[in-house]
């Protein structure tokens, strides 16, 4: 059964960084096939896109505030890919969600939380 789970989240000060993991698992042929995305989620606000990465091996981040100081990476023979945050800022506090996405199906993690707090 495919599953996705997320690990490093926590707390962090404003500035500081965090890495978050997504490793896949069940998934034949590995991430290598897989378009990963990361989302997050406030409270009370929409689950937005923070960055992709293609199985073409393209990186795409986007919203303008996480750009410059997010990258996404992935590691296909660990079936793992990676979100690496930089200067983080009370306004990244949210629950960060991974993505999958393998032809015409698209599957989640459990999600994780990042606070941003001093």
Wanted: proline fraction near 3%; charged fraction near 15%; glycine fraction near 12%.
């Amino acid at each position: 059964q495919e599953q996705l789970v997320e690990s490093g989240g926590g707390l962090a000060q404003p500035g500081g960084s965090l890495r978050l993991s997504c490793t896949a698992s069940g998934f034949t042929g590995g991430i290598s096939v897989l378009t990963m995305s990361w989302y997050r989620q406030a409270p009370g606000l929409k689950r937005e896109l923070v960055a992709t990465h293609t199985k073409f091996g393209h990186a795409v981040n986007y919203p303008r505030s996480v750009q410059g100081r997010f990258t996404i990476s992935r590691d296909n023979a660990n079936n793992t890919v990676y979100l690496q945050m930089n200067n983080l800022k009370p306004e990244d506090t949210a629950g960060y969600f991974c993505n999958a996405i393998k032809e015409d199906s698209t599957y989640w993690g459990q999600g994780i939380q990042v606070t941003v707090s001093s």
